[in-house]
Nanobody, 126 residues
């Protein structure tokens, strides 16, 4: 059973930065398709960034140029570097794992495409 533990959320001012981390147990991050999603109150969960098994990345339009998704295979950790944060980035951020390649990619990936989820980490930008 894969467990995902996120950290790194917090409260920042507009224009600030945060780096989210997601550490996976019993998982080889190099073999999984991984993503960051976010969900604001009253909104659907939306994909923010994905990283495929070969390291290729994709971003939601709202994240392009400001966020960077990466992974450290040795540490079994997924990251999301978020810069130039805006109030509209405020949400609960979740990491997600799909055990094999995904037939869809951003912007059309769906939460149902993923097998495992972390508990979420809150990001608040004011």
């Amino acid at each position: 059973h894969v467990q995902l533990v996120e950290s790194g959320g917090g409260s920042v001012q507009t224009g600030g930065s945060l780096r989210l981390s997601c550490t996976a147990s019993v998982l080889t991050v190099s073999s999984a398709y991984m993503a960051w999603f976010r969900q604001a109150p009253g909104s659907e969960r939306e994909g923010v960034a994905t990283i495929d098994r070969d390291g290729s990345t994709r971003y939601a339009e709202s994240a392009k140029g400001r966020f960077i998704i990466s992974k450290d295979r040795a540490k079994k950790t997924l990251y999301l570097q978020m810069d130039s944060l805006k109030p509209e980035d405020s949400a609960m951020y979740y990491c997600a794992v799909r055990l094999y390649s995904c037939p869809r990619s951003l912007p059309t990936i769906e939460p149902a495409d993923f097998h495992y989820w972390g508990q979420g980490t809150q990001v608040t930008v004011s």
